[in-house]
C-alpha cells in the first residue's frame, strides 16, 4: 500500500477476475464504493474522498482498462465490470455498500445492486442512461453524444488521438465543468492516465461494449425490481433523464438535478453533491 499525493488516501493493488485493479482507499466506517467514468481515474472523487472518509470507509477504483488499473483486451461491458466491483468489496471484506456510479460507472452499479441487493445498501446514480430504457427521449431527441460512436469503432479513435491526448481530455474536462476547468494536478493526472494507444483502447472499451450493456440492463429490468434505495443526481446534460429511465423498475427512488453544474459533477460541484450524499447515505433504515 502506498500513501497518494491526496491527504488521507492510500493506494492498493487488488486482483479480481484476474485483474489487477488500482484502488484508492480514505476512512473508517460503513464502506462507499466510488465508480467513476470517462474520461476520469478515482481522480474524479479527489475533492469528495476527504469529507466522506470522515464518517465512511471510501473505496475509489480505478475500473478495469483505465487509470493505473490493468488494460485487458476485453470484460469492458457493465455486467463484467459489476462483478469486478462485487469481487471487490467482497476482497476488502467492505460489505454491504453504498455504491455511487457516474458516467459509466452507472450501469455497473446499477447492475451490481439488482444482482446483490444484499451487498448494496445504497445506490447513488449519476450523469448516465441505463442503457435504452424507455424514458430518455428528450436527452436523446437529436441522437446520442456524438462521441459515443467515435469511441465505439473498433481502432479508430485511438488512431487518430494518438498525440493529441492532452486537447481531447481536456475539451471533456472544460465542457464537463461548464468552462470552469478543473484543478492542474487534477487535470494533469486524467490526461497522464488517457496518454498512449493501449490507454485509449482500453478506455474505449465500455462503448465498444454498449450493446452487450444493454441487453444485460433490460434482462436485469426483465426480472427483478431494485429494492435498494436509490437516489439519481442529473446536471448538464443528462438532467432527469436517468431517474425518468429507472422509476418504473425503482421501490424507492429519490431524484435530484444540480443546477448550473456540469456533467463532471464531483469536480465541478462538488459541495452540492456532497449537500445530497450526506443526508442520503446517513439515512440507513429510514425509508
Request: hydrophobic share 45%; net charge negative; proline share 8%.
Given at each position: 500500500m502506498t500513501v497518494s499525493s491526496s491527504p488521507g488516501v492510500r493506494l492498493r493493488r487488488v486482483t479480481v477476475n484476474g485483474v489487477g485493479l488500482n484502488v484508492a482507499t480514505a476512512g473508517q466506517g460503513p464502506a462507499v464504493l466510488l465508480l467513476h467514468g470517462f474520461p476520469h481515474t478515482w481522480r474524479l472523487w479527489t475533492e469528495v474522498i476527504g469529507p466522506l472518509a470522515r464518517r465512511y470507509r471510501v473505496i475509489a477504483p480505478d475500473l478495469r482498462g483505465f487509470g493505473d488499473s490493468d488494460r485487458p483486451a476485453?470484460?469492458?461491458?457493465?455486467?463484467?465490470?459489476?462483478?469486478?466491483?462485487?469481487?471487490?468489496?467482497?476482497?476488502?471484506?467492505?460489505?454491504?455498500?453504498?455504491?455511487?456510479?457516474?458516467?459509466?460507472?452507472?450501469?455497473?452499479?446499477?447492475?451490481?445492486?439488482?444482482?446483490?441487493?444484499?451487498?448494496v445498501r445504497r445506490l447513488v446514480l449519476m450523469e448516465s442512461l441505463l442503457g435504452d430504457l424507455p424514458g430518455a427521449g428528450a436527452f436523446l431527441a437529436d441522437g446520442p453524444p456524438w462521441w459515443f460512436a467515435f469511441h465505439a469503432e473498433p481502432g479508430l479513435a485511438e488512431t487518430v488521438l494518438a498525440g493529441h491526448e492532452e486537447q481531447y481530455i481536456g475539451w471533456f474536462l472544460d465542457r464537463g465543468t461548464l468552462g470552469r476547468g478543473v484543478r492542474p494536478d487534477v487535470r494533469a493526472e486524467l490526461v497522464?492516465?488517457?496518454?498512449?494507444?493501449?490507454?485509449?483502447?482500453?478506455?474505449?472499451?465500455?462503448?465498444?461494449?454498449?450493446?452487450?450493456?444493454?441487453?444485460?440492463i433490460r434482462a436485469a429490468v426483465a426480472g427483478t425490481r431494485l429494492t435498494v434505495p436509490a437516489l439519481t443526481v442529473g446536471a448538464h446534460p443528462v438532467g432527469r433523464a436517468l431517474e425518468h429511465q429507472l422509476r418504473p423498475f425503482a421501490d424507492r427512488l429519490t431524484g435530484h438535478v444540480i443546477p448550473d453544474c456540469g456533467h463532471i459533477i464531483p469536480l465541478d460541484r462538488p459541495d452540492a453533491l456532497l449537500g445530497l450524499l450526506d443526508p442520503f447515505l446517513a439515512a440507513d433504515g429510514q425509508d
Open positions: 476485453e470484460g469492458y461491458d457493465a455486467g463484467t465490470l459489476a462483478a469486478d466491483a462485487e469481487g471487490l468489496l467482497e476482497a476488502l471484506g467492505a460489505g454491504p455498500a453504498a455504491v455511487v456510479g457516474i458516467d459509466l460507472g452507472t450501469p455497473p452499479a446499477f447492475l451490481l445492486a439488482m444482482r446483490r441487493p444484499g451487498l497522464r492516465a488517457y496518454t498512449g494507444g493501449e490507454a485509449l483502447r482500453a478506455a474505449f472499451g465500455p462503448y465498444r461494449a454498449l450493446p452487450v450493456t444493454a441487453r444485460q
